[in-house]
Each structure stands twice: as structure tokens, then as C-alpha cells.
């Protein structure tokens, strides 16, 4: 079974950083791609972007480009996630998600991390 | 980018009704299109990928169809368990992105 275990709440002022962390098995990390997509309060899913963990590539839709950065640690099996000069608007709930190279699509999912920003 | 419309938005049943939710894709995106479901709280669940194939552990009361940009989700006999939101997501084109999800519940 995957696990996905993602970093606790966080709150941020505006203009901060958030890095939010996504643990998971070494087979996982290296033969899935780990993807991130967000869920403001009430509202649908944003895909934001994923990375290779075997090879480190990585790719971010356009909206958060520049904003947006995507790591691994190999040694420790976990994806993260930064976002830089946060906004009120980027109060979500951030999710990794494991996509199989093999087939399927998000297949396994982190049980996320509420990200609050706020003056 | 594709823009995916699904209707309806909320869509009220009874336990063992037969229900079907629609999701259009802006653009042909062959069968990239995935199903998943949400419950209060949760990260959403994978149901159905390559819009028909049922993902394992999926009740099979769950069916996807569709191509091009047409698709359906069916339950076929809604359980107590089905109640919950349900979003449908194209993965042929970056940025992937999701429709606005329909919510079932209950009539």
C-alpha cells in the first residue's frame, strides 16, 4: 500500500514562504511522479506541478512559475513543495498525490496540509 | 488551457438510484480523464482512469465512459457510502486541471 504523509498546518503572513513536505517509500518516490495540487476553502482542485524523484525533473503550471519550487530528497524518500511571496489567496489545502508512470492517474493521495495566510 | 465543465453541480438521490455526472472537456483529450471522489475533510480517492478503466478496490457499481470530450461517471445503485462530492480531471495537456465537481446527496 502507498503511503503519502504530508507536514503539519502552517500560518504565514503574506509576502512569506511555505515548504511543505510529502514522506513516502523509496519504491514510490523513485517510480512515481509526485504532484501537487492545492484546494482553496469550498472550492475545486489546482493542479500545480510535479517531480521526478528518480531523476529530479520537475514541471510547474505557468500560474506559479516563479513562485513555485519543487524538490526531493532521496535519502529521505520526500517530495517538498516551497511557494514563496504568499498571498491571501493561496489559503488552501495542499495535497501530494502519486501519479503511476506505468498507468492510472493520481493514484495515492497525502491526507494534506492547510496552508493559512493572513496579516 | 482546457477547461473541464461538469453538470450537473448537485445532483440530489435516493439510495439505490442509477446517477450519471457529465464532464466536458474545452478540447479533445482522448481518454486522459480520471474520476475521483471527495468526502468532507479527505483527499479526493481515485475511482475510474483512462476514463473507463475502474481503479483497483473501486466497487464495480462505479463505470466511466466517454472520449474526445464527453464523459460520464454511473453508479449504478447509489450506497449510503456514494454521498460526497465528485470531480473529474483531464491529464492529456499540462496544466492539468479538474472540473468544478458535482455533490451528491441525499434527496
Known amino acids: 500500500q502507498v503511503q503519502l504523509v504530508q507536514s503539519g498546518a502552517e500560518v504565514k503572513k503574506p509576502g512569506a514562504s511555505v515548504k511543505v513536505s510529502c514522506k513516502t517509500s523509496r519504491y514510490t518516490f523513485t517510480s512515481y511522479a509526485i504532484h501537487w495540487v492545492r484546494q482553496a476553502p469550498g472550492q475545486s482542485l489546482e493542479w500545480m506541478g510535479w517531480?521526478?524523484?528518480?531523476?529530479?525533473?520537475?514541471k510547474s503550471s505557468e500560474k506559479f512559475q516563479g513562485r513555485v519550487t519543487f524538490t526531493g530528497d532521496t535519502s529521505a524518500n520526500t517530495a517538498y513543495m516551497e511557494l514563496r511571496s504568499l498571498r491571501p489567496e493561496d489559503t488552501a489545502v495542499y495535497y501530494c498525490?502519486?501519479?503511476?508512470w506505468g498507468g492510472g492517474a493520481l493514484d495515492f493521495w497525502g491526507q494534506g496540509t492547510m496552508v493559512t495566510v493572513y496579516s | 488551457d482546457i477547461q473541464m465543465t461538469q453538470s450537473p453541480s448537485t445532483l440530489s438521490a435516493s439510495v439505490g438510484d442509477r446517477v450519471t455526472i457529465t464532464c466536458r472537456a474545452s478540447?479533445?483529450?482522448?481518454?486522459?480523464l480520471a474520476w475521483y471522489q471527495q468526502k468532507p475533510g479527505n483527499a479526493p480517492n481515485l475511482l475510474i482512469y483512462?476514463?473507463?478503466s475502474l481503479e483497483r478496490g473501486v466497487p464495480s457499481r462505479f463505470s466511466g465512459s466517454g472520449s474526445g470530450t464527453e464523459f460520464s461517471l454511473t453508479i449504478s445503485g447509489l450506497q449510503p457510502d456514494d454521498f460526497a462530492t465528485y470531480y473529474c480531471q483531464q491529464y492529456d495537456i499540462y496544466p492539468w486541471t479538474f472540473g468544478q465537481g458535482t455533490k451528491v446527496d441525499i434527496k
Open positions: 483512462q476514463a473507463s
Open positions: 478540447q479533445s483529450i482522448s481518454n486522459w
Open positions: 517531480i521526478n524523484g528518480g531523476n529530479g525533473n520537475s
Open positions: 498525490a502519486a501519479y503511476s
